[in-house]
């Protein structure tokens, strides 16, 4: 079972910490980067750390980054190398993005969608497995751009 890591800036809380709760009692070792209270934060500073975290160990870790809409933390971790963070807020997205890119964090949004939905998206999420074949040609093009583009 990989770890998983995550993070949160202040309006993503209280989702984290309901999702860090159900990832606890299936079995999942976290590591939670932050933040730790309400205090109005920087969510790049979170997505940073947990994207720095995954891409240490790409085949043990994943991560799930969680702000007011998901799409801060997206766009900051997916700047970091190794990173592909996948902004979702169906179940099918969740699916897809797993089969089909591979993508090694799940950012979610607690405005957008309820704690319900979002722990539904987190267990198919982490469930799925990336079909590999034409779809592993795909991501490989990705990882290659980030190796010249250093």
């Known amino acids: 079972m990989v770890t998983v ?5 202040h309006a993503g809380l209280h989702m984290k910490e309901f999702i860090k709760e159900k990832l606890h009692g299936a079995g999942y070792m976290i590591i939670d980067k932050g933040t730790y209270d309400e205090k109005s934060v920087d969510a790049g500073v979170y997505a940073i750390a947990v994207g720095k975290d995954v891409a240490s160990d790409p085949i043990g870790k994943k991560g799930i980054l969680i702000c007011g809409t998901g799409i801060g933390m997206s766009i900051n971790a997916n700047k970091v190398n ?3 963070a996948a902004l979702v807020s169906d179940l099918f ?3 897809m993005t797993r089969a089909h890119n591979d993508a090694n964090i799940l950012c979610m949004g607690a405005r957008v969608i309820a704690e319900s939905m979002a722990w539904e998206i987190t267990k198919i999420w982490l469930t799925t497995e990336f079909l590999g074949g034409k779809y592993a040609k795909r991501v490989e093009s990705t990882i290659e751009y980030e190796r010249i583009r250093k």
């Open 5 to 9: 890591v995550i993070g949160s800036d």
């Open 82 to 84: 190794g990173i592909r």
């Open 93 to 95: 997205s969740a699916k």
